[in-house]
């Protein structure tokens, strides 16, 4: 009767299906679309694909960039199946007892459920504790069967907690847990809960390797690529020789937390007990993730290897002939189709169907370039260059949307808010965006011994930027000292309106490092050094000075986005503190240039147009026709007093 039902609800869904597919039979433009792949249909009716990891990876995260084609070139309506993994549904058991007996703890309850289930997880508030435990199993209350004779529960003080105890899915009546109270005093269980058997989706292997790992202070850091981006993760396994750990495990995915969990492995009374897995269940928007073991004071873990799993992605859809398809992918300007057949998804997903067959992605003959670009126009107004003091040749192999990284130089030289940045063709300006880049570049600077005389405690550094004006968002220093705490003061030197130079503290961090630890110091800053020259001090009191052995900073990566239509020179311009920042009308087609896949333009060679305005003791002084004009004013005062004084007799 079921199965009828489903043939039934098909019917209906092929006949919407076919009625949608009527409604886009024009060709599509499908040369804004880098890559194709041929799919096997091996009939008409209703008929489901498997996605790739290549041709989800070469698709937008939401896929929304898919497009099928017939073998009579009609774009054809299809649902995405998107993976469904179900959340855990928990019963509290209806009756529950403890007791005593001999050196155990016996917990007897119901389970007040016929349905299947695969596990249970214990219910107490003892803050610490490891126990032995054996499950059995009865329907009827006198035959009792075992569920699983090896697990161990336990709280550990930091908050780590396994209570969870999974078995192989069945359905019983009544539950008896034994715990082993032979070692430690019993702890109180108050309750318990059922775990229901729920219907996963399926997962297939997912091979990873560890292209990093990181020994960081109290944690080990792993780079795990996924080898494709955007592929929905099921969990990551940690495979492991070691027989006895626990470690609290963080997943990222671009800096931000996608799953946490522990991990662990114990042994008791030959009862072991191990969590290797940590469940994931999420869309994945990257290439890599980052996997974050907490170490604290124990030793790093040995990591033999990764595991992981991921969950297939499908599309179903109508088919009119069997035969050579075409599935369209890689052009992240395109907008999501609005097929109305999306919202039979649900009743397709459980629907039967035919299996397609995907051939292995390859670049689309058609593809033109020229054809994904968004429409932006060419060139902005017309320019004179007569105020600005810097240019840079801009190098690009090619026309489209291009990506251009500023060098240290331009960072240095042009305004603090890059409102003289100015990038010029033939005279006219080309527009741009700037780019949202949160990434920073790191670089090693040269330091020397600055002692002050007055203070024969303090052990102070001279640091020479590399440029003058260039932008720190951070310093970083590691010293070979083994024991010390310090706290460290960053200082600029400054000059007041009268000429008189001091320093400024600009930033400070204390600072402690113990034997066997490298700590380094990092302090995050927001500066221009405008004279290039930083002090780093710290008083030693009673103590030997801190041997510093190398000193970093970092800077911000700053990068424009524009489009060329055109192969004449293009120059970047800066170095211009009275130019008011650009307007231009690229702001509107901000989200379609952004989602084009970018070229890399590089800079140059800088040239230098004109002399740069330093502020000097001159400047401090004032400027001699300043004074001259003083000098008149305060002259012609001194005489209008002496004509207002009155006169003395001859």
């Given at each position: 009767?079921?199965?009828t039902c489903?043939q ?15 409604l ?11 890559f ?15 996605l ?24 054809t ?33 119901t389970?007040?459920t ?8 214990l ?15 009865s329907?009827?209350g ?57 219907s996963?989706?399926p ?25 494709t ?15 006895l ?19 662990f ?15 994931i ?13 907490e ?50 998804s ?15 992605l ?11 670009l ?39 030289h ?20 700037l ?5 920073t ?6 330091f ?10 303090v ?49 400070s ?9 490298d700590?380094?110091?990092t ?31 970092s800077?911000?990566v ?12 293009i ?17 509107l ?51 209008i007093?002496a ?8």
């Amino acid at each position: 009767m079921k199965s009828t039902c489903f043939q039934i609800l098909a019917a209906k869904c092929l006949l919407v299906l076919g009625f949608a597919q009527t409604l886009h039979a024009q060709q599509a433009p499908y040369a804004a679309w880098q890559f194709a792949q041929t799919v096997e249909v091996p009939g008409t009716g209703l008929v489901r694909l498997e996605l790739s990891l290549t041709t989800t990876g070469s698709s937008n995260a939401s896929l929304s960039d898919l497009r099928l084609v017939s073998p009579q070139g009609t774009e054809t309506p299809f649902v995405v199946e998107w993976p469904r993994p179900q959340p855990t549904i928990g019963l509290l058991a209806p009756s529950f007892h403890a007791s005593l007996v001999g050196q155990t703890t016996v917990l007897d309850f119901t389970t007040g459920t016929s349905q299947p289930f695969h596990a249970i997880t214990l219910i107490t508030s003892a803050p610490s504790f490891i126990k032995a435990a054996v499950v059995e199993g009865s329907n009827d209350g006198a035959e009792w069967r075992t569920v699983t004779a090896n697990e161990v529960i336990f709280r550990q003080s930091d908050g780590t907690t396994h209570l969870r105890i999974p078995f192989t899915p069945a359905s019983w009546q009544r539950l008896r847990v034994t715990l082993d109270d032979n070692r430690s005093q019993p702890v109180p269980f108050t309750g318990a809960s059922i775990e229901l058997e729920k219907s996963a989706p399926p997962m297939v292997a997912l091979p990873v390797t560890i292209q990093k790992r990181e020994e960081l202070r109290g944690r080990t850091r792993l780079t795990l690529p996924l080898g494709t981006a955007n592929p929905w993760l099921a969990s990551l396994m940690v495979k492991t020789s070691e027989p006895l750990f626990s470690r609290r495990v963080t997943v990222l995915a671009n800096d931000r937390t996608i799953a946490f969990g522990t991990v662990f492995k114990v042994e008791l009374d030959g009862h072991e007990s191990s969590v290797l897995t940590i469940p994931i269940q999420a869309h994945v928007r990257a290439s890599e993730v980052i996997v974050e073991i907490e170490n604290k004071d124990s030793p790093p873990l040995k990591i033999d290897a990764m595991e992981a799993s991921r969950y297939p992605v499908s599309v179903a859809f109508h088919s009119s002939a069997a035969g050579q398809w075409q599935l369209f992918t890689g052009n992240p300007a395109a907008p999501a189709p609005a097929y109305d057949v999306a919202a039979l998804s649900d009743e397709l997903r459980n629907a039967s169907a035919l299996a397609a067959k995907a051939a292995e992605l390859v670049p689309n003959p058609s593809f033109d370039k020229g054809a994904a670009l968004p429409e932006t126009g060419d060139t902005g107004a017309a320019i004179d260059m007569k105020g600005w003091a810097f240019r840079t040749p801009v190098t690009t192999t090619q026309r489209g949307v291009m990506q251009l990284e500023l060098r240290l130089e331009a960072l240095a030289h042009a305004s603090a808010g890059f409102s003289d940045l100015r990038l010029v063709q033939a005279g006219h300006q080309l527009p741009y965006l700037l780019q949202p880049v949160t990434t920073t570049r790191d670089i090693d600077i040269s330091f020397t011994q600055a002692p002050d005389p007055k203070r024969p405690t303090v052990s102070r550094w001279e640091l020479t930027l590399p440029l003058k004006g260039m932008p720190v968002t951070a310093l970083k220093a590691t010293s070979s000292t083994p024991l010390f705490s310090r706290h460290f003061q960053l200082m600029e030197p400054v000059r007041d309106s009268r000429g008189n130079h001091s320093l400024s503290t600009i930033g400070s961090k204390a600072w402690s490092q113990k034997p066997g630890a490298d700590s380094p110091l990092t302090m995050l800053l927001s500066l221009r050094a405008t004279s290039g020259t930083l002090f780093l001090e710290t008083d030693n009191g009673d103590n030997s000075p801190v041997k510093l052995d190398k000193i970093t900073v970092s800077y911000p990566v700053v990068q424009l986005l524009f489009k060329t239509v055109d192969a004449a020179p293009i120059q970047l311009y800066y170095g211009n503190p009275g130019a008011l920042t650009p307007r231009y009308d690229l702001s509107l087609m901000e989200k379609e240039l952004r989602t084009a896949p970018p070229l890399n333009a590089v800079l140059g060679a800088e040239e230098q147009l004109k002399p740069i305005a330093e502020a000097s003791s001159e400047e401090s002084q004032g400027s001699p026709w300043l004074w001259a004009a003083l000098a008149l004013v305060v002259g012609g005062l001194l005489w209008i007093v002496a004509k207002l004084l009155p006169q003395n007799e001859a």
